[in-house]
């Protein structure tokens, strides 16, 4: 019940397109749902992330899509560009302060030319 | 976003020898620190999480006199692989959050151990 899956493994985008990255979560007490973006060799960096009150959150490029009652949420870059290569992680996590981050598997975006 | 050091970037160490990470955050006071693995191409793992001034509490697995983990204050958090042999050679990742429902947990550079 703790599982996050996210889908794709990978992802090949041209530069300009969008890509889109999907979550689902089991456990419904979670309440707080970030995507985060590692470069290789570096830390996880939050991209964005949203509250299960909202349906959706944009910023900038990225937006997030929430879907409650399936229990889902997808991650939508727009205008995708050769910076945004990168593994994405989406996340779950619960309330309370010490509450932990779930992790989904990571998506492999590679944004060609 | 608010910054987490981590500390050092990388190290490699030989078989049975000790190395200490550090955690540190710089402009905020992280009540709650995380620690966690990344193998290559995989997810991070969560390895045990500390609050500051209390013992932590390991993942189901994770030997907890292996990785000696230590919050003794409110912006730095340590964690110590004792006796390290090769296969503790991982990407290993902090993560600090200040109190509060929707604070943002931020993330260290990542320490990329060896083991030789």
């Known amino acids: 019940q703790q599982q996050v899956k996210q889908s794709p493994q990978s992802l090949i985008v041209q530069k300009g397109g969008i890509s889109i990255i999907n979550c689902a979560y089991e456990?419904?007490?979670?309440?707080?749902f970030p995507w985060y973006q590692q470069f290789p060799g570096k830390g996880p960096a939050l991209l964005i992330a949203?509250?299960?009150?909202?349906s959706e959150k944009k910023e900038g490029r990225f937006t997030i899509s929430f879907n409650k009652s399936a229990k889902q949420f997808s991650l939508h870059i727009m205008d995708s560009q050769p910076g945004d290569s990168a593994t994405y992680f989406c996340?779950?996590?619960?309330?309370?302060?010490?509450?932990?981050?779930?992790f989904g598997t990571g998506t492999r975006l590679q944004v060609t030319l | 976003g608010a910054v987490v050091s981590q500390h050092p970037s990388w190290v490699i160490c030989k078989s049975g020898t000790s190395v200490k990470i550090e955690c540190r955050s710089l402009?905020?006071?992280?009540?709650?620190m995380f620690w966690y693995r990344q193998f290559p191409k995989q997810s991070l793992m969560l390895m045990a999480t500390?609050?500051?001034?209390?013992?932590?509490?390991?993942e189901q697995g994770v030997e907890k006199d292996k990785f000696l983990i230590n919050h003794a204050s409110l912006t730095l958090s340590t964690l110590t692989v004792t006796s390290a042999h090769p296969e503790d050679s991982s990407f290993y990742i902090c993560?600090?959050?200040?109190?509060?429902?929707?604070?943002?947990?931020?993330f260290g550079q990542g320490t990329r151990l060896t083991v030789v």
């Open positions: 993560s600090a959050r200040g109190q509060g429902r929707w604070t943002e947990a931020f």
């Open positions: 456990n419904t007490a979670f309440d707080y």
């Open positions: 949203i509250r299960p009150d909202v």
């Open positions: 996340a779950a996590r619960g309330r309370g302060t010490a509450s932990k981050l779930t």
């Open positions: 402009d905020f006071q992280a009540t709650t």
């Open positions: 500390s609050n500051e001034g209390s013992k932590a509490t390991y």
